[in-house]
């Protein structure tokens, strides 16, 4: 069985650094194939992906965001770790992680965690 | 980016009744060598994380109704659920992974008429 429980701070200050862990057990980033992705929701909107990490340490992030984010993986813990740097009100969401297979015969993200909502505010 | 438009952006709809929510890309999302549509339907309950309903665009995800379903290809999808029920009050989000940026729609918002 896949879960996945994002931690972190639920308030951070504008141009402060957010660094948020995924802690997920039922699959191993160490397995062919297997990923793990951060999506964020602002409030009463639409989803938005933010960032991907293969097993293989293949990365993929938002264009839009590129520059802010970096994702890295811990196989020992398990957890996959998103920092964003310089944040800003508008970044104020819910934050999801969530699980992927690489892949032709992907899903795409068939595993969420319930999410954390993170406040920016002075 | 491919952009992914969702129409209506809300529906209510009786129960019993059905309910079609369409979802359009920018780009095909079609990959010719294995005839998938990279497509996928999501829910979303108040308070919840999205819920995977439906993968290569047509594709139910283990457990889900069969009242729902999904068609289309190439750039034209719909999301069909045949007999609404009141559990199924939710937002429904498309979503392309063909290519990244793995880009969500902007939900269509389903309640009870």
Request: charged share 15%; with cysteine.
């Amino acid at each position: 069985q896949i879960t996945l429980k994002e931690s972190g701070p639920t308030l951070v200050k504008p141009t402060q650094t957010l660094t948020l862990t995924c802690t997920f057990s039922g699959f191993s980033l160490t397995t062919s194939r297997e990923g793990v992705g951060w999506i964020r929701q602002p409030p009463g909107k639409a989803l938005e992906w933010l960032a991907l990490i293969y097993w293989d340490d293949d990365k993929r992030y938002s264009p839009s965001l590129k520059s802010r984010l970096t994702i890295t993986k811990d196989t020992s813990t398990p957890q996959v770790v998103l920092t964003m740097t310089n944040m800003d009100p508008v970044d104020t969401a819910t934050y999801y992680c969530a699980h992927r297979i690489y892949g032709d015969d992907a899903k795409s993200f068939d595993y969420w965690g319930q999410g954390i909502q993170v406040t920016v505010s002075s | 980016d491919i952009v992914m438009t969702q129409s209506p952006d809300s529906l209510a709809v009786s129960l019993g009744e059905r309910a079609t929510i369409n979802c359009r890309s920018s780009q095909s999302v079609l990959y010719s060598s294995n005839n998938k549509n990279y497509l996928a339907w999501y829910q979303q309950k108040p308070g919840q994380p999205p819920k995977l309903l439906i993968y290569w665009s047509s594709t139910r995800e283990s457990g889900v109704p069969g009242r729902f379903s999904g068609s289309g290809s190439g750039t034209d999808f719909t999301l069909t659920i045949s007999s609404l029920q009141a559990e199924d009050v939710a937002v429904y989000y498309c979503q392309q992974y063909y290519s990244a940026p793995y880009t969500f729609g902007q939900g269509t918002k389903l309640e009870i008429k």
